[in-house]
């Protein structure tokens, strides 16, 4: 199994995951949710999940298996941040300050963002459709999956989870499995 990669851009960023995670949310209390690609490998019975996560370096990211605490319901989370090549942090701005010293200077955020903190984007875009910041996505998998099962590895901005399963239902199975819910 492979290690998930380091990024090979050089960071900047002289915060460690919690504290650039509570200066993202002073901006915004919305999390993206990364695009995905999902399809069932039958030769090895397990599930393939291509994650898009560019920019994203392996230390802005955390990968985790528990159950939902609302459903109980078994999952990977997928939880970290993508920070755009054009913010910059110092020390001792008067600008949002984290709980350490170090500042979010403006620009500092997307547009989404601007409208909320009430900043422009800097006069040299003309376009602007990547999204920075925290996000956020969970994979249900079987009950009985343990960590020890899940292979990740990040590479080229593509974060490649797979999970054993069990061999999908046939469509006589599926029909005869399926409930109507009642709408009233």
């Not at 851009?9 to 509570?22: G, H, K, S, T």
């Not at 989370?77 to 709980?99: C, E, M, N, R, V």
């Not at 620009?107 to 963002?113: E, F, I, L």
Request: charged share 20%; aromatic share 10%.
């Amino acid at each position: 199994m492979s290690e998930l990669q380091s990024c090979s851009v050089p960071v900047r960023l002289p915060l460690d995951f919690e504290a650039m995670i509570q200066l993202l949310r002073k901006h915004s209390s919305t999390y993206m949710v990364p695009k995905m690609d999902c399809y069932y490998d039958g030769d090895h019975n397990r599930v393939q999940v291509y994650i898009e996560l560019p920019g994203v370096c392996r230390e802005n990211l955390h990968v985790t298996i528990a159950n939902d605490s609302v459903i109980g319901q078994r999952g990977i989370q997928i939880w970290g941040f993508s920070i755009a090549p054009y913010w910059h942090l110092s020390k001792g701005s008067t600008t949002t300050s984290s709980d350490d010293g170090n500042n979010l200077m403006a620009p500092a955020c997307v547009p989404s963002m601007a409208l909320k903190c009430g900043y422009d984007l800097p006069p040299h875009f003309t376009t602007q459709e990547r999204k920075y910041g925290e996000f956020l996505r969970f994979l249900p998998v079987p009950a009985t999956t343990m960590a020890k099962d899940i292979h990740a590895e990040l590479d080229a901005g593509i974060l490649m989870v797979s999970f054993p399963c069990r061999k999908p239902l046939t469509e006589a199975e599926y029909k005869f499995l399926q409930e109507e819910i009642k709408i009233e």
